[in-house]
């Protein structure tokens, strides 16, 4: 029987432009990490968060990682045994990077790993969804399910959970910039219009299915044509300084797109090579070096692993 372990869980980039709520891929770098420990005491506690500031309930029901673990062994019938649960954050909180998901990832692998792992990947993922679903209210797996399981990934649909990886071509880089102002994923979900103009909505489907096409064939200029997002970013960019100058600055460096990271203040881009993302990185730090606001960079491949067993 294991006694003890730690895992850890990634950052992401969700949306990715044209994929609202539908496309998420993760990053390396960033990311979360959860250690348990079986105990005698029946019941599962969290006893330390850390890299948060006193910002996360240490209340399992409040707790996205808790929560998920939470109904991960109730289903399993296990919710009697003693487990020790800490949190160390060690991303960017509320940056847009999936902060939430992460922990929540991070969580259920954490369970099953203890436990010896009872059930694949796969099936951890609705109990992560339901762990993030405490951060933002909304049911959706396009951080939680690249989180958990890497790569870049298409939901077919959130509520039946209808994921798939999607291939990545070999060249791509994310290059990602936080600046420290602060935007909640809840507020940034109640700005957005419920209407979409047919227009909007046909040129948005194109982008969607031009991007994904390119993924799978390789393609980057169909993917450099089809990485424009014409509902949520409009919407969306007004809450991040800066925003438009980076995106033509960024674009003129060589990448292959430019948009929010989730909810943001984070933006990403995608580049075909590790010098373009590097040198889309340094015109990133430069406007915000110019705006003089503080700011992370990150520049990653897609991570592939997901989730995993330190």
């Known amino acids: 029987m294991i006694a003890g372990l730690k895992v850890f869980a990634p950052a992401t980039v969700a949306n990715v432009a044209c994929g609202y709520d539908i496309l998420g891929f993760a990053i390396d770098g960033p990311g979360d990490e959860i250690i348990v420990n079986r105990v005698d005491k029946p019941g599962l506690v969290i006893t330390k968060i850390t890299g948060c500031k006193n910002k996360l309930p240490l209340e399992v029901e409040k707790n996205t990682a808790g929560f998920a673990a939470l109904k991960l062994l109730e289903f399993l019938k296990e919710d009697k045994i003693g487990i020790e649960m800490e949190i160390h954050k060690k991303m960017p909180f509320g940056s847009g990077l999936g902060s939430s998901a992460a922990s929540a990832a991070a969580g259920v692998m954490a369970i099953n790993e203890l436990l010896e792992r009872p059930l694949t990947r796969r099936e951890l993922l609705p109990f992560a969804v339901l762990g993030e679903q405490i951060a933002d209210g909304a049911y959706h797996a396009d951080n939680v399910a690249p989180s958990l399981l890497g790569g870049i990934i298409f939901?077919?649909?959130?509520?039946?959970?209808?994921?798939?990886r999607v291939p990545v071509p070999k060249g791509l880089y994310a290059t990602v910039i936080y600046p420290h102002v602060k935007i909640l994923t809840r507020d940034a979900r109640k700005i957005l219009s419920d209407v979409v103009s047919l227009d909007d909505h046909i040129t948005q489907n194109g982008n969607l299915g031009g991007l994904i096409l390119g993924l799978y064939n390789s393609n980057f200029g169909l993917i450099k044509r089809s990485l424009q997002d014409v509902?949520?970013?409009?919407?969306?960019?007004?809450?991040?300084p800066g925003f438009f100058e980076l995106q033509e600055k960024v674009l003129n460096a060589g990448a292959l797109g430019c948009s929010i990271s989730g909810a943001g203040p984070s933006i990403f881009a995608l580049s075909d090579s590790l010098i373009t993302a590097q040198n889309v990185g340094v015109e990133m730090t430069k406007v915000y070096s110019r705006l003089k606001i503080e700011s992370e960079l990150f520049i990653s491949s897609i991570n592939q692993r997901g989730t995993y067993l330190v």
């Open 155 to 164: 939901i077919r649909s959130n509520e039946e959970l209808d994921v798939h």
């Open 231 to 240: 509902i949520i970013e409009p919407q969306r960019a007004q809450l991040i």
